[in-house]
């Protein structure tokens, strides 16, 4: 992925008909975790509405609580999978915290004929987890957004991504969702977009950037703007490849996060936004 850049391997890669590089940009808006068929639902058909064919869906929730929902796991993938196809959704951003977990999402495409496509999510508290990454390595099925550790160097990061590719697997979006600093940050996370251009330099991996894990609230700017917009387009400026965001029909009944949920009807704003900014970064 770059640890060893002595050859030429391009900074792309494509899945399911959608392109991922270095150098285009692919948001994926969409439920922190997948609760209900209508809301699941509303969140597709206002993607396909808005000319969008990727989102992100838990389905497996790693939560600082075991009393609190931990997701609906594989009883919900047919469904979601089928929603996905009926909306065109290609390609899906699906946390995994578990080897059988891919299992899983493998056996539900399968049951339900391949209607999407799935890119599998590795969250900042399995950053480290070597085996779990290199039994995903293994795996040629799905690409991989791999994301950063909240509290461990850039460096171990992108070391620990290269257990990915030591194993095989090179189809992988590197994602930047802020630091933990204890500081008495405004945000839930420090927000590290800044480190959008470090990572591509240093490697061939497209940037992911989480504006909702890292702002982690809807608090607006003094200009009226909520700063979890602002905090993407300084993502996009900086060169961001993907936009990781949640979104959430009826935040107050999401059952992760939905302090952090932009409303559906921020969607064409939030579009638009990222739209002006990717012109803004192109035109540099
Ligand atoms: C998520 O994207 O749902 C998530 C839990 O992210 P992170 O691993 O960055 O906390």
Redesign the pocket.
């Known amino acids: 992925l770059g640890r060893h850049k002595d050859d030429h391997r391009p900074t792309h890669f494509e899945y399911n008909g959608v392109r991922f590089g270095q150098d285009n940009l692919n948001v994926f808006a969409g439920l922190?975790?997948v609760d209900t068929p209508e809301h699941v639902e509303m969140m597709m058909k206002a993607l396909q509405e808005h000319g969008q064919v990727c989102t992100?869906m838990?389905a497996y929730?790693?939560r600082t609580s075991p009393y609190a929902f931990q997701g609906h796991g594989k009883d919900c993938l047919p469904w979601v999978f089928e929603l996905a196809g009926k909306y065109g959704i290609k390609v899906i951003?699906m946390?995994i915290t578990h080897e059988s977990h891919a299992d899983e999402i493998l056996e539900a495409l399968k049951q339900t004929g391949n209607p999407t496509g799935v890119m599998l999510?590795?969250?900042?508290?399995?950053t480290q987890n070597f085996e779990l990454l290199k039994i995903v390595g293994r795996q040629r099925e799905f690409p991989v957004l791999f994301?950063?550790g909240?509290g461990i160097t850039l460096d171990e990061s992108l070391n620990a991504a290269e257990y990915l590719a030591s194993e095989g697997n090179r189809n992988v979006v590197f994602?930047l969702?802020?630091m933990k600093t204890n500081m008495g940050d405004p945000h839930r996370n420090l927000v590290d977009f800044a480190h959008v251009p470090v990572v591509k330099r240093l490697t061939r991996m497209p940037v992911c950037v989480?504006p909702?894990?890292s702002v982690g609230t809807r608090n607006r700017a003094p200009d009226g703007l909520l700063e979890i917009f602002h905090a993407t387009m300084q993502g996009v400026i900086a060169g961001a490849n993907m936009i990781?965001v949640?979104f959430h029909p009826a935040p107050t009944k999401a059952l992760?996060?939905g302090p952090q949920a932009l409303l559906m009807e921020e969607l064409p704003l939030f579009l638009e936004c990222v739209r002006n900014a990717r012109e803004a970064y192109e035109k540099n």
Do not use: M, W, Y
């Open positions: 922190c975790a992100r838990g929730k790693p951003a946390e999510q590795i969250g900042t508290r399995n994301k950063r909240f994602g969702r802020g989480d909702s894990h990781l949640d992760v996060d």
